[in-house]
Protein backbone atom coordinates (compact mmCIF):
# COMPACT_ATOMS: atom_id res chain seq x y z
CA UNK A 1 0.00 0.00 0.00
CA UNK A 2 1.77 2.81 -1.07
CA UNK A 3 0.17 5.59 1.85
CA UNK A 4 2.39 2.79 4.24
CA UNK A 5 5.41 4.11 1.94
CA UNK A 6 4.75 7.59 1.55
CA UNK A 7 5.61 9.86 -1.32
CA UNK A 8 6.06 13.76 -0.38
CA UNK A 9 2.71 14.38 -1.71
CA UNK A 10 1.41 11.27 -0.28
CA UNK A 11 2.88 12.26 3.25
CA UNK A 12 1.67 16.02 2.91
CA UNK A 13 -2.15 14.47 2.21
CA UNK A 14 -1.75 12.30 5.49
CA UNK A 15 -0.33 14.95 7.55
CA UNK A 16 -3.53 17.11 6.27
CA UNK A 17 -5.65 14.32 7.05
CA UNK A 18 -4.10 13.82 10.51
CA UNK A 19 -4.78 17.09 11.56
CA UNK A 20 -8.01 17.40 10.98
CA UNK A 21 -8.72 14.50 12.79
CA UNK A 22 -7.17 16.00 15.35
CA UNK A 23 -9.50 18.75 14.79
CA UNK A 24 -12.34 16.06 15.37
CA UNK A 25 -10.95 14.26 18.61
CA UNK A 26 -10.18 17.68 20.65
CA UNK A 27 -13.99 19.20 19.81
CA UNK A 28 -15.11 15.46 20.28
CA UNK A 29 -13.99 15.47 24.23
CA UNK A 30 -16.40 18.42 24.84
CA UNK A 31 -19.24 15.71 23.93
CA UNK A 32 -17.64 13.01 26.08
CA UNK A 33 -18.52 14.28 29.38
CA UNK A 34 -15.50 13.54 30.88
CA UNK A 35 -15.10 10.14 29.36
CA UNK A 36 -18.71 8.79 30.86
CA UNK A 37 -20.36 8.57 27.68
CA UNK A 38 -19.08 5.88 25.75
CA UNK A 39 -20.10 6.74 22.32
CA UNK A 40 -18.89 9.61 21.97
CA UNK A 41 -15.76 8.68 23.76
CA UNK A 42 -15.09 5.28 21.83
CA UNK A 43 -15.34 7.89 18.90
CA UNK A 44 -12.91 10.55 20.41
CA UNK A 45 -10.29 7.38 20.99
CA UNK A 46 -10.49 5.89 17.66
CA UNK A 47 -9.90 9.47 15.91
CA UNK A 48 -7.10 10.40 18.07
CA UNK A 49 -5.09 6.47 17.26
CA UNK A 50 -5.92 7.63 13.84
CA UNK A 51 -4.66 10.93 14.19
CA UNK A 52 -1.48 9.82 15.88
CA UNK A 53 -0.83 7.12 13.57
CA UNK A 54 -1.18 9.24 10.25
CA UNK A 55 1.59 11.59 10.76
CA UNK A 56 3.82 8.91 12.06
CA UNK A 57 3.78 7.47 8.39
CA UNK A 58 4.33 10.94 7.14
CA UNK A 59 7.36 11.31 9.08
CA UNK A 60 8.83 8.65 7.00
CA UNK A 61 9.38 10.89 4.70
CA UNK A 62 8.68 14.78 5.83
CA UNK A 63 11.21 16.30 9.10
CA UNK A 64 9.82 15.65 12.29
CA UNK A 65 9.98 19.15 13.03
CA UNK A 66 7.88 19.89 9.87
CA UNK A 67 5.06 17.38 10.60
CA UNK A 68 4.29 17.95 13.96
CA UNK A 69 4.39 21.59 13.67
CA UNK A 70 2.03 20.97 10.82
CA UNK A 71 -0.21 18.18 12.48
CA UNK A 72 -0.58 20.38 15.86
CA UNK A 73 -0.90 23.45 13.91
CA UNK A 74 -4.04 22.28 11.80
CA UNK A 75 -5.83 20.77 15.26
CA UNK A 76 -5.06 23.80 17.13
CA UNK A 77 -6.42 26.43 14.78
CA UNK A 78 -9.36 23.93 13.86
CA UNK A 79 -10.35 22.92 17.65
CA UNK A 80 -10.36 26.75 17.82
CA UNK A 81 -12.03 27.65 14.78
CA UNK A 82 -14.66 24.97 15.60
CA UNK A 83 -14.96 25.65 19.08
CA UNK A 84 -15.94 29.19 18.07
CA UNK A 85 -18.83 28.34 15.81
CA UNK A 86 -20.08 25.09 17.30
CA UNK A 87 -19.63 25.91 20.82
CA UNK A 88 -20.64 29.28 21.23
CA UNK A 89 -16.80 30.18 22.45
CA UNK A 90 -15.80 33.97 22.51
CA UNK A 91 -14.96 34.70 18.87
CA UNK A 92 -12.58 38.56 19.43
CA UNK A 93 -10.77 40.01 17.38
CA UNK A 94 -7.43 39.19 19.12
CA UNK A 95 -8.63 35.46 19.43
CA UNK A 96 -9.44 35.07 15.50
CA UNK A 97 -5.90 37.01 14.95
CA UNK A 98 -4.06 34.28 16.96
CA UNK A 99 -5.74 32.06 14.97
CA UNK A 100 -4.48 33.28 11.84
CA UNK A 101 -1.16 33.29 13.29
CA UNK A 102 -1.31 29.71 13.52
CA UNK A 103 -2.18 29.41 10.38
CA UNK A 104 0.57 31.71 8.65
CA UNK A 105 2.99 29.16 10.84
CA UNK A 106 1.58 25.89 9.46
CA UNK A 107 1.79 27.97 5.56
CA UNK A 108 5.25 29.19 6.43
CA UNK A 109 6.10 25.25 7.27
CA UNK A 110 5.01 23.99 4.35
CA UNK A 111 6.34 26.55 2.21
CA UNK A 112 9.75 26.33 3.44
CA UNK A 113 10.15 23.01 3.57
CA UNK A 114 13.15 21.61 1.59
Given at each position: ???????????WILLVIAGVLETAWA????YTDGFTRIGPSVAVLVLALL????????????????AYGVWVG??????????????????????????????AGVVGLKLLHD
Amino acid sequence: MSFLNPTPTTAWILLVIAGVLETAWAVGMKYTDGFTRIGPSVAVLVLALLSFWLPGLSMKVLPVGTAYGVWVGIGAAGAAALGMWLLDEPASLARIGCILLIVAGVVGLKLLHD
